[in-house]
């Protein structure tokens, strides 16, 4: 009964790479959320998907950031050129329904050199 | 412009001690306030309320809402160093779909 996975749990890139962060949502949820977190702030909501569709992506840049959740696989958080400042720790979230308690996955840290 | 403040920042206590950690917030069509407890992995969730004065209990932990006032408590009695991690408290909306998130407070049990 696996919960929320998310992979790479480490992420080292470069400057102007690109960063794929992957999350499955636990087994029968098909709500999932992207946050970050910058050191000593809180979570910060980026986006809300469900299968195939973005909802709501009030909380991501405009540019270099992209979410999508396909029909089958992971739900993908893609981060292109990367700078310093996207170090983070980003958190994938699922739930069964929206408005239901949201249950996390243990993040992926990017680290941008 | 925040949303959700929690308070104090951080806090260290010895173990045995009750605390109580506090989370004000400012929405405009609240829906309910959750408490997670984040050590160094995934925040783990701990409660859901969305009505005023009932208090959720669970083992040492009980946490309880004021929607008149606007904030909620998340108490800890007899700490252990277990205990230590960050709890973050969020608030839902009726309208909107993400959880507003407080920076946390630290919370350090010491032996």
């Known amino acids: 009964n696996a919960g929320v996975m998310q992979n790479p749990r480490h992420l080292v890139r470069r400057r102007g790479q690109e960063a794929r962060l992957r999350c499955s949502p636990m087994k029968g949820h098909s709500h999932v959320y992207w946050y970050r977190q910058l050191p000593e702030e809180g979570l910060k909501f980026m986006v809300y998907l469900q299968k195939e569709n973005i909802i709501d992506e009030s909380g991501m840049p405009k540019e270099r950031f992209s979410a999508e959740f396909p029909k089958e696989g992971p739900s993908i958080l893609r981060i292109q050129q990367v700078v310093r400042g996207d170090s983070a720790a980003y958190f994938c979230a699922s739930s069964p329904r929206p408005r239901n308690e949201q249950f996390f996955g243990p993040g992926t840290r990017l680290t941008v050199l | ?111």
């Open chain 2, 1 to 111: 412009e925040d949303k959700v403040v929690q308070s104090p920042l951080s806090l260290v206590v010895h173990e045995g001690d009750t605390v109580t950690l506090n989370c004000s917030y400012e929405v405009t069509n609240f829906r309910s306030l959750l408490w997670y407890k984040q050590e160094k992995k995934a925040p783990t969730f701990l409660f859901m309320l969305t009505s005023s004065g009932i208090e959720k209990k669970s083992g040492r932990l009980s946490s309880i809402l004021d929607k008149k006032e606007l904030f909620s408590i998340l108490n800890i009695t007899a700490t252990q160093t277990g205990d230590s991690a960050v709890y973050l408290c969020a608030v839902d909306e009726n309208t909107g779909n993400q959880f507003y998130f407080g920076t946390g407070t630290s919370l350090t049990v010491i032996p």
